[in-house]
């Protein structure tokens, strides 16, 4: 069965360290998505890119953050400058269809320490 | 802001029992709602979305929808210790292209 991967699936890092968090999204998916769950908390809708842009981000997706397809498979965020609070398990996620009408798969995670 | 509320739990049910989880939401004109399935340390899994009000069943998991009063659930028929979990619900609000997540209900079948 198709699945999205992530790598890392730990990464530890210094406050102000870039990270680079990678997914490879189902091959006909179209739309791809960025999710992150601080643990305890809730998931929490990062951004949604499509068509090779973004669609939509939240407030949490400052600055700092970034999202590029730079091939035909990858997918990735980054963060330019991590801070404590960037400490949380990141999710990739992708779909078929637009996020009102299909299905998100989400991929096993990236968890992100910042030391 | 848009709000989607769920009683944490945990939820206690025997195996083979019904288990029964609730969800409310505040946007009125949300369109699509959806419960996924988390593993403690893994990512959400989806189990069931639904769209119109009423019932919709798949398996031994109903979800039910009442856009009247923002409502939501997810009946779980004959419970298994597998289906410990926490279950959480998710709104499209439909004028946005985000998903809201509520906190989850954690979910424990006992032997």
């Known amino acids: 069965e198709p699945e999205v991967t992530q790598t890392p699936s730990h990464q530890v890092t210094q406050m102000g360290q870039e990270v680079i968090l990678r997914c490879v999204p189902i091959?006909?998916?179209?739309?791809f998505y960025w999710y992150r769950q601080i643990l305890g908390q809730k998931v929490e809708f990062l951004v949604s890119f499509y068509n090779n842009e973004i669609s939509e981000k939240s407030e949490i997706f400052d600055d700092q953050f970034s999202v590029e397809r730079p091939d035909g498979s990858n997918f990735t965020l980054k963060i330019r400058s991590t801070k404590l609070e960037d400490s949380a398990m990141y999710f990739c996620?992708?779909?078929?269809?637009?996020?009102?009408?299909?299905?998100?798969?989400f991929g096993e995670g990236s968890r992100l320490t910042v030391l | 802001q848009k709000e989607v509320e769920q009683n944490s739990g945990p939820l206690s049910v025997p195996e083979g029992a019904i288990a029964s989880l609730n969800c409310t939401y505040s946007?009125?004109?949300?369109?699509?709602f959806f419960w996924y399935r988390q593993y403690s340390g893994k990512s959400p899994e989806l189990i069931m979305f639904i769209y119109s009000n009423g019932d919709k069943e798949d398996g031994r998991f109903t979800a039910q929808l009442n856009k009247a009063s923002q409502y939501v659930s997810l009946l779980i028929r004959d419970s298994q210790p597998s289906d410990s979990a926490t279950y959480l619900c998710?709104?499209?609000?439909?004028?946005?292209?985000?998903?809201?997540f509520g906190q989850g209900t954690t979910l424990q079948v006992k032997p």
């Open positions: 946007d009125r004109g949300s369109q699509s």
């Open positions: 091959s006909n998916h179209l739309y």
């Open positions: 996620a992708s779909s078929k269809e637009g996020q009102g009408t299909g299905e998100l798969f």
């Open positions: 998710a709104v499209f609000p439909g004028n946005t292209g985000k998903l809201i």
